[in-house]
């Protein structure tokens, strides 16, 4: 069995599993009955019969089609006269590929009126805009003067353009290598389960939907409150479970008080602390709701030998209660962490019990108290997805989300044409499925993660939609890429369309390599 | 082989059953959960626009899984109350059917001719109509608006249709010729010899063999025509625009209104999600035949 052609993901599997013929499924997915020779024929191509004189390989034959379109080897038509059709039982006894040349339509002017209507919009739309982005990218933004590789220059030394360039960088690294292994990876884990086309229908889905409906969509996921972003949501409560939240985060000495607080948060008491003799801590600035159902807050006992002391809410209300004083219904701090300190090193430290009292080793005689920043920190309110640093990733995010499907379907059509009997004879010599994966797999699947990591490639290299809706005005410029810019130097506030062009000529040439794969691979496949 | 031998490999394949049949079911919890995470982010916006609006500026969707009366259709009653947005979905339908049927008609010609009929320099025409497949629609914006401009069709719907038609024509020639391609040479040449002109072949005998492929292309073209933004953005008239830029124009608007923006994604992408959903088949042939665009 031939390995599948380097398009292998558009050629029909010739193994069928019954599960897999719902819709939506790659094997099902080449279109109808013609197109389902197509694998048959490639096998039988694989190896050039011996009487094949005329064009025993295929890189001949279309070696000989670039040289001479007028050329006559005796299986081609001598082009020109309808008349000239010949017949089945001619000089080429039989030959698959002459027949097929020889009976088709051979009349010139029928085939340019039939090309005529492509041909002109073709040539007015796309080569004629790409004839005049390289002539207008010399010139200045009036198009007035010729400016040389001014534009080129210009879009390599301007700030916002660098920008681009280097998110660009970032998004054709990125973005195709993480949607290709995840697709690989869902195609993988889904091969085998009952359920593996619904899975897929779900993945596949957002590539339906057009940009704009998925940027509104991931605009709402990264928006920064957690109690409406649901990625902010789901971070926060993550972080809460590692990272405990700060007990009382307004919570400050109040105005009357002996206590300090510092710039990061820490509040401090200035006096010596003495084994014996409790101090006090009175704080203020709690709310209510923060409060509820804490106990009334103790004096502490005096311990010998050890440092003890109250943290409480030095507030009673209608102001009938003493500062500094621990009222009669003023409730205790509790889970607060204090410290004693001597110098700059932490001596002794507690954690407040419910009524807000402490207790500090005997090490904590002569030190003074500190109570962290961290007690009184504000909560954590997630990560800001939108601000400059983490715009580019959290789009790219959504792009993935959009994508991945597109690989895995392509991969789940090439998994589905590879031999089993490679992976079943792996698996006999001892190999685990890990080692099955790692080493006959994905060689075999080579091919085909080509040819979606290059489409992701292209794809990515014109990335607007995305960007221009979910980057919100103040970062856009942090997450800008060239697509944009181009935009935005043509028809934006600031236009220079010879920079434009420049721009445009840029992306075109970063898509020539990708093209020349692209066509390479289409003639590869066209020989048979 | 010897009798321990025997036993160990039994106790191995027990313990690798074992261990094969929990990895089995991890793997499901861990597909599941992908899945889930995967709906997560349309859930929420689909539950967002069926929110009070008061309600969602303070608070998350997910709310309303504990506060079901939340829910009210009254973001949709307005939206398809608003001209705005029903004009432009007349618009976006009147840019894409258009813009489709011209694809597959245009495609389908030079298919044709690609597949079917012999002439000079064919296969050479045909690599640079397919090469043409990775040409990034945004070279064409400023020489195309120049062009639309001198004729007069800048800023009109003519102006898109053609503009989409134009970009969509390597993909429908690509696709549509590989498939012609596959008919057998047979039949065309017995309709030749029974003096069918190329015009009779191809309206009678070619067409209506390749169904499949043309609804691949005209569901794949239908779609991208549908969810662009870019070309519409700056060929289409402003004040008449599809629904992509009615959406966007209420997004710079009302940066954060998911009360206005909800329920308006939702609408624009209904039409796609049920072309998706009724053709999932002819859609995915179409994305693995093009693997391009």
């Known amino acids: 069995m031939p390995t599948p052609p380097a398009g292998g993901a558009a050629q029909p599997g010739p193994r069928r599993s019954p599960h897999e013929k719902t819709p939506a499924d790659a094997d099902e997915a080449t279109t109808g009955s013609p197109a389902d020779s197509t694998g048959a024929e490639d096998t039988s191509d694989a190896t050039p019969t011996p009487n094949d004189e005329g064009e025993t390989t295929s890189t001949e034959r279309t070696n000989g089609e670039r040289t001479g379109n007028g050329r006559t080897d005796n299986g081609r038509t001598n082009g020109g006269r309808a008349g000239n059709r010949r017949t089945h039982s001619g000089r080429t006894s039989g030959r698959r590929i002459a027949v097929r040349r020889r009976v088709t339509g051979s009349n010139p002017w029928l085939a340019a009126l039939f090309l005529l209507p492509a041909l002109v919009l073709l040539g007015a739309l796309v080569v004629y805009p790409i004839v005049y982005s390289l002539r207008r990218s010399f010139y200045n933004a009036a198009d007035k003067k010729f400016v040389g590789l001014d534009n080129f220059q210009e879009m390599f030394t301007d700030d916002a353009i660098q920008q681009a360039v280097t998110n660009n960088v970032i998004w054709i690294v990125v973005a195709p290598l993480l949607a290709t292994a995840l697709g690989l990876i869902f195609a993988v884990l889904t091969e085998r389960i009952r359920w593996g086309t619904a899975f897929k229908l779900v993945i596949f889905m957002p590539m339906a939907i057009s940009m704009l409906a998925a940027g509104i969509i991931f605009r709402l996921v990264y928006e920064q409150d957690p109690d409406r972003g649901v990625a902010n949501a789901m971070w926060v409560s993550v972080h809460d479970t590692f990272v405990e939240p700060a007990p009382f985060e307004r919570a400050n000495p109040g105005r009357q008080s002996p206590l300090t607080e510092s710039g990061d948060g820490t509040i401090s008491d200035p006096r010596t602390l003495r084994a014996g003799s409790p101090v006090r801590i009175p704080l203020v600035g709690i709310p209510r709701d923060q409060i509820g159902g804490a106990q009334h807050a103790a004096a502490a006992d005096p311990q010998d030998g050890k440092v003890t002391g109250t943290v409480w809410r030095d507030f009673t209300r209608g102001g009938k209660g003493t500062p500094n004083q621990i009222d009669a219904g003023e409730e205790g701090l509790a889970d607060i962490e204090v410290r004693a300190v001597k110098g700059n090193k932490v001596v002794a430290s507690a954690k407040t019990r419910g009524d807000g009292t402490f207790t500090l080793s005997g090490a904590a005689d002569g030190a003074t108290l500190r109570l962290p920043g961290s007690n009184f920190d504000a909560p954590y309110n997630g990560a800001d997805w939108l601000g400059p640093t983490l715009v580019t990733p959290a789009i790219i995010g959504s792009y993935i989300w959009m994508w991945a499907g597109f690989a895995m379907v392509l991969i789940a059509a090439g998994l589905a044409g590879l031999p089993r009997e490679l992976l079943e004879a792996a698996r006999v010599d001892g190999a685990n499925e890990w080692q099955v994966f790692r080493r006959v797999t994905v060689p075999l699947l080579g091919p085909v993660l080509g040819v979606v990591l290059v489409t992701l490639m292209i794809n990515v290299l014109k990335i607007f939609d995305l960007v221009y809706i979910i980057a919100p005005g103040a970062s856009q410029d942090e997450a800008n890429v060239l697509a944009l810019q181009l935009y935005k130097s043509s028809f934006g506030t600031d236009v220079n369309q010879g920079v434009g062009s420049a721009i445009a000529v840029f992306l075109l040439l970063l898509v020539l390599p990708l093209m020349y794969v692209n066509i390479r691979r289409i003639r590869r496949e066209r020989r048979r | ?293």
């Open chain 2, 1 to 293: 082989m010897t009798s321990t031998e025997t036993v160990v490999r039994a106790k191995q394949s027990l313990a690798t059953r074992i261990a094969a049949r929990a990895g089995g079911v991890g793997m499901r919890i861990f597909l599941v959960v992908i899945a889930l995470f995967w709906l997560t982010p349309t859930a929420g916006l689909l539950l967002s626009s069926l929110r009070d609006p008061a309600e969602a500026d303070l608070s998350g969707w997910w709310q309303v899984f504990s506060h079901p009366s939340q829910l009210t259709v009254d973001g949709y009653d307005q939206l398809l109350n608003n001209e705005v947005v029903t004009d432009s979905l007349f618009t976006t339908v009147l840019i894409t059917v258009p813009a489709t049927a011209l694809v597959v008609l245009i495609g389908a010609l030079a298919g044709y001719a690609f597949a079917c009929m012999d002439f000079p320099g064919r296969d050479w025409w045909f690599l640079l109509v397919v090469g043409l497949l990775v040409v990034p629609v945004q070279v064409a914006l400023i020489p195309v608006s120049k062009l639309f401009g001198e004729i007069g069709i800048f800023q009109t719907t003519t102006g898109v249709i053609l503009f989409h038609t134009a970009f969509g024509l390597p993909f429908a020639v690509f696709l549509l010729h590989n498939f012609f391609s596959e008919i057998p040479r047979e039949l065309l040449e017995a309709a030749r010899l029974d003096g069918a002109g190329e015009l009779r072949l191809f309206f009678r005998v070619v067409l209506p063999l390749a169904g499949p492929a043309i609804a691949s292309l005209a569901i794949f073209q239908f779609l991208w025509v549908w969810n662009d933004m870019l070309v519409a953005l700056i060929f289409a008239d402003s004040g008449d625009p599809p629904i992509t830029v009615a959406l966007q124009q209420q997004a710079r608007q009302f940066s954060n209104n998911i009360d206005v923006l909800g329920p308006g994604a939702f609408v624009s992408m209904i039409i796609p999600l049920a072309v998706f959903f009724a053709f999932q088949k002819q859609f995915v042939s179409g994305v693995m035949a093009g693997a391009v665009k």
